[in-house]
């Protein structure tokens, strides 16, 4: 079993549509990320939290630490959000410095 | 703004070739990484290195190597480049356990 999982693999929704997309993971962690990778193949930060929520745009991130689940929404969504959407963590053991990632959510967004 | 920069998009190698992989970042990150990237794997970590000339194996060394001369530079080494090498490969910096990663554009290297 990987020790990050994400949900779903795939997400096709029409354009407006919230979406949800969701990450377990089995590690104890310091901190997790919220990455994203457009079809180019660079990956940029979207968010870096270790409790709570953070909201950036339409781009809210929610991570329950004693659930160990993380959550990305986007608002209002729109085609140029299609990406493939990646959940990170950083283990919280001391001196861990290796970020765990899980597989991916790959988004399409309809017109 | 934080730039970690491949040599890189694409590269087309031959088996056997031996092959370079460049990353530099511009922010003097303590932190570099490798990785690879394949279809339903995600990404896995191959070295990291915390300083100048000191490196770690990651998850899937084999086949590979690094060098860190300087700090703002990290090579990736295929010594005797296989087919099964053909992926993506990004390079990641970071300053200390709990800041941000900043990744570079990716290598796509196909190995023929």
């Given at each position: 079993k990987n020790e990050v999982e994400q949900s779903p693999q795939n997400l096709t929704a029409q354009e407006g549509e919230f979406i949800t997309i969701n990450c377990s993971y089995s590690v104890g962690i310091s901190a997790l990320h919220w990455l994203q990778q457009h079809p180019g193949g660079g990956i940029v930060s979207l968010f870096m939290l270790s409790s709570g929520k953070k909201k950036h745009g339409r781009l809210i991130a929610t991570i329950n630490i004693q659930e160990k689940h993380s959550s990305l929404h986007i608002t209002?969504?729109?085609?140029?959000?299609s990406a493939v959407y990646i959940c990170a963590v950083i283990g919280s053991?001391?001196?861990?410095e290796k970020l765990t990632f899980g597989t991916g959510t790959r988004l399409t967004i309809i017109p | 703004d934080v730039k970690v920069t491949q040599s890189s998009r694409y590269l087309v190698k031959r088996t056997g070739e031996k092959v370079f992989l460049e990353c530099v970042q511009d922010?003097?990150?303590?932190n570099m990484f490798w990785y690879r990237q394949d279809p339903g794997l995600g990404l896995r970590l191959i070295y990291f290195s915390y300083d100048v000339k000191m490196k770690e194996k990651g998850d899937i060394p084999e086949g590979y190597s690094v060098s860190r001369e300087k700090k703002e530079r990290f090579s990736l080494i295929l010594e005797s480049a296989s087919t099964n090498q053909t992926s993506m490969y990004l390079c990641a910096s970071r300053d200390g356990a709990d800041t941000e990663a900043f990744f570079g554009q990716g290598t796509r290297l196909t190995v023929v």
């Open positions: 209002a969504s729109h085609p140029r959000d053991n001391f001196g861990n | 922010m003097d990150h303590e």
